[in-house]
């Protein structure tokens, strides 16, 4: 399975490259297979160096707290690290 966390566009460039920052690391994408526009301060999906999808900045922030609960549980034990097993059935 692959997980995409939301990125926000900082920067676009004339190749229609940008910087994207993703829970704070900033790296470089292609914007090139998404047909409609992207601006900055706009939200894509990126995989291996592609801006997929671009998402509303509500999607971004549903998926950003979603991904931090994940984090969160798994600091606290609450995900075994082995299987996976995330224990949510008994909330």
């Given amino acids: ?14 190749e229609n490259m940008a910087t994207v920052d993703t829970m704070g690391v900033r790296r470089k994408v292609t914007l090139d297979l998404i047909a409609e ?5 706009d939200y ?6 592609f801006a997929m999808n671009k998402i509303s900045q509500e999607e ?3 998926s950003i707290d979603t991904y931090n609960e994940i ?6 034990g609450e995900i075994d ?3 996976g097993n995330m224990n949510y059935a008994n909330r």
């Fill in 44 to 49: 894509v999906l990126i995989h291996v160096g």
């Fill in 1 to 14: 399975m692959c997980l995409s966390i939301p990125s926000r566009v900082v920067e676009i460039d004339e």
């Fill in 60 to 62: 971004a922030q549903i």
């Fill in 37 to 41: 526009k992207v601006e900055v301060g």
């Fill in 81 to 83: 690290d082995e299987d």
């Fill in 71 to 76: 984090v969160e549980a798994m600091n606290n």
